[in-house]
């Protein structure tokens, strides 16, 4: 299982993204152009030394990173936390090989990207609430899918 981040706005998000990868053992995806200048001191604050436990791949656009996963031959479903989502991520039987993608803190992903999913996933939130923070909602779903998965 992989997580991948869709042109990040913010270096700590994406640290503590990789510091859950690393705590996970997820490989981690950024598809640029990030907000910020991507590199590991731009997020070492959050993530600390554990970017350094990660198997990190730049892609230099969603293009790219849909080639990538082209080629891959592990790449398994691309599944969007989204608050557009029509499925509680509770209702969706994971798979070893998916890869859960977030999108921008500022915008999420654009309708070709929600297009090109093969799954779409929310988090149930209370009235008045609009969504949790990306690294957060991250790590809610990965913990749900490695529960699934019976990984200790």
């Not at 997820?26 to 598809?31: M, Q, R, T």
């Not at 691309?78 to 998916?98: C, H, N």
């Amino acid at each position: 299982m992989r997580l991948a981040a869709y042109e990040p706005d913010i270096a700590l998000n994406v640290g503590a993204m990789l510091r859950l990868c690393a705590g996970f053992d997820l490989g981690f995806d950024v598809i640029e152009p990030c907000g910020f200048p991507f590199s590991i001191k731009a997020v070492r604050r959050s993530a600390m030394d554990y970017a350094e436990l990660v198997d990190i791949r730049r892609h230099t656009s969603w293009t790219a990173f849909q080639s990538a996963r082209a080629e891959a031959t592990d790449s398994g479903r691309l599944v969007l936390l989204t608050t557009r989502g029509a499925r509680s991520y509770l209702d969706l039987e994971y798979q070893s090989g998916d890869v859960l993608l977030v999108g921008r803190e500022s915008a999420g992903v654009p309708e070709h990207v929600h297009e090109a999913v093969d799954a779409r996933v929310v988090i149930p939130m209370a009235p008045g609430a609009r969504s949790l923070n990306v690294a957060m909602a991250a790590a809610v779903v990965t913990a749900e899918a490695r529960r699934q998965l019976n990984v200790q």
